[in-house]
Structures are given as C-alpha cells and as structure tokens.
C-alpha cells in the first residue's frame, strides 16, 4: 500500500506518520458526494453535514452549478491585474449595498485569511497616506480566530505564536466578556464595563496615535459560537470613533446570511471600516474571499495614494464571481434570510428546552445557523469536560448520521441556510440522542 502524501490542515501530525490512503480512512470521514445538507463515505453512509459554516445553500445546488459551468465555457480565468471582466464588477456593486451604505469599494482575495491580510494593509495604508505612520497597531480580542498566515494569525490568540514564533509586531489582545468564562467575576453588565475598561486602557497604554484598528468577530466563530453584547460592540465602536482608529469586522464566517443578516454588523447596528467575508461567500462552490472598504478609507487612497502593492494572480476569478451572484441571488429569491432566522431558533430552543436539565451541559448557544453547545463537567462549577469524551462524541454523532465539529468540549452546528424543519428536526434529533448515549441522561444529576 502506497504511503498517504496529503498533510491536512489543523491534523495532529503523529496521526499522519506511516498511513496508507486505507488507514486514513479510519481518522477522517472520506466523503465522495453530496447534496444539500447531505454527504455520503465511501461506505454508502449519509450524514447531515454541519461542520462548516461554508455550504450556505447547500452542496451541489443546481443553479449555482449551471451558473459556473456556463462561465467555464465563456472564460475560465481572467487576471484582475491590469484587466477586467464584467462579474468582479457586478458582484462589487452587489456586496456593498448588502453590507452596509458606509462600502464603497470591495477588494477581492482567495480565501479569508487574505481578506484579513488585506482589511490590516489598508488600515495602515490609509493613515499613512493620512500622514500618520505612527498608527499602525492592531487590538483584537482574547479567543478570537483571524486566520492563519503570519497577520492573520498575529491577531489569532488560539496559540498560533507558541508554534510558528513571534507574528507581527504590535499586535494586543483585549479581555473578551465571555460569560460563561469571564475574565473576571460578575453580573454580565460588570463583565461587559471590566472588558471595556481594559480596552480603555490598552488603547491609552499603547496610544491612541499608534493604533491604527481593533479587529473583532462580532460572534467568535472557532472558539465556540459565543457573540459580543450589543452593548459591548456598540461601545467599542464608539471607543474607535473616539480614539480615530479602524474597526475591521471579521465577518468571514457570520458574512453574507448565516445569522440571517446579510452581516452581523447589521444586526449589531454598527458601520465598521473594513468587513471581511469569506465562507458565505461562494458557499464552498469556489475559494474565494472578499474586504469590503468605506467610502472614507476609499477617499484617502485613492486621492492620496501609490500603486496599491497587494493582490494575487488569482483574485477576482470570474468563476469564482459568477457562483457568487448567483448564490445571492438564491438567497434573496428563496428568502433564506428569513429561514436562517426560524430554523435557527427553532434549533436553538428545541436544545435550550431539551437540555436545560442535563448536568453536562453549560450553556446553548447561537444565532441564525450557528449553534453550539458547551459541554462541561457539571454546571454547578462549569468545569471544562473531560476531554477524551470528545472523540467518543464525535463517533457517536457520526453513528447517528451528523457530522457536526465538536472541539474543546464545544459542540458546533452550522446547517445551511436553506435547511428545511424536517431536516432540522433530524439534526436536532440526532443530536440529542448522541448527547443522551455519551453524556448521560437529560436530568439533573444522572
Ligand atoms: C472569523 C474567521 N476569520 C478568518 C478565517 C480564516 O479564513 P480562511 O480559513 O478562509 O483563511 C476564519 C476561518 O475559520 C474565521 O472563522
């Protein structure tokens, strides 16, 4: 048997040493077909498909898939350096009225690690056309995932730096008021005024001459499914305002309907600067990704700035465009905006109802099609689980047919927007019965 060649991205690499394709087979499921919610293995198994945030349409959509076969007939590849096509600008003028009236220009990338890389170029490009190079900071928030290339992932705090080394220089990270974990003890107001108190602070301590933006996911997508307050968010925006610094919303996961916003800005009632977007985007039917800039920042590049040094071959692909308009298209058309707001919260209170009793867990969680669930040792400390459970969990799920991304004692759901009840009833279903085998009963004390 031939040795297996493929590093996968975030594996447990001593996994990997010595496999054939066979043995990897028994640590990943090995999917061959899909189709709205659904995917097969290799076995003929189907599973309900939750793990990503990606499929917001669901896969193997027909529309979407005529709509890219049809481009890959006209033109497969165009370059958007130094020529154009007409879907980049389509899909632009498409983008920024959906996100938001303060967008006026959209910068395309390849996934949504590049939206980041490029949401903290422009911030320090603007001020410096501005005249003020000292502003060049970043602040982002405890547990926040930004992404993995080196600025990306000098904003990440998920332990990025212990591995690769040291990121970029000036990059802080704030107290996030998460409340199950809060950073200190208290009311959910005295946690939300701490958290804010520390940026205060941090922003004074580094001066607000250096920082060029404060970086956030408005609900942390990685790290568990857990949103901002509104109270928090639209104080911080208010602290940006104040100090003359950028806010770039990380939306790469909750962007373009899976809150069942078009973003999560508008649900929170905040214009940021920068809006980065990514796995709604295409809906996994193309790699691709997007930021999203002001009119402000616009006027002051390109009134006052150079050649703007940053892109790759690849950005704006047309096909990759294409999928784009026709997936919203869908959205609007099948009003999925709506239906991520119902069955999200049809999902969220069958768990809230079904699990309030059960010892195990420490808190449900969501907004639209992101759901979680916290497991924790008891709910009377909120001691993390036992982590060794997690594995047996995700099997169990995976027996009862849904692959769901169960990481840190964390469960994550996100089904695609255009679920219907009786498949959300099925995931629901299945998960609680997962959790009754693994977890114990759903009464107290079991
Ligand atoms: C909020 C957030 N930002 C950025 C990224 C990075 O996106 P990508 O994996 O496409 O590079 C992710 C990926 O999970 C994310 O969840």
Redesign the pocket.
Known sequence: MNKYNVLHPFSFMPNLQDKTEEDIKEIYTFLESGKGCWVKDDKGNEYFYATT?VPTVGLGNKRVVDAINKQMERLSFASTCGQTHPYVQKLAEKLVSVAGEQFSLCFYTT??????ETAMKLARQHFMQKGLQGKSKFISFDG??????FA?GSVTKMGIQETFGEGIKGCYTAPFPNMLRPPVEGTEEEITDYCLQRLKHLIAEISPDEVAAIIF?PIQ??NGIIPMSKRFLQQVASLAKENNILLIA?????GLGRTGYWTSSEYYGIKPDLL?I??GLTGGYFPM?ATLISSEIESSLLEEGGIFLHGSTQCGHPVGCVAALELISIIEEENLLENAKEMGEYILSTFKNQLKDCKHIGEVRGEGLMISIEFVSDRLSNESIDFSLGERFSQELRRQGVLGNYFNGILLLYPPLNVSKSEATFLSDKVLQAINQIFGGMNENE
Do not use: L, M, P, Q
């Not at 996934?111 to 980041?116: F, R, V």
């Not at 926040?144 to 290339?149: K, Q, R, S």
């Open positions: 945030a996934d949504g690690s590049g939206a980041i926040n995932y930004h992404g993995t290339t990306s996911e997508g990685v990380d939306e790469v996961t909750t980065t990514s796995k990704g």
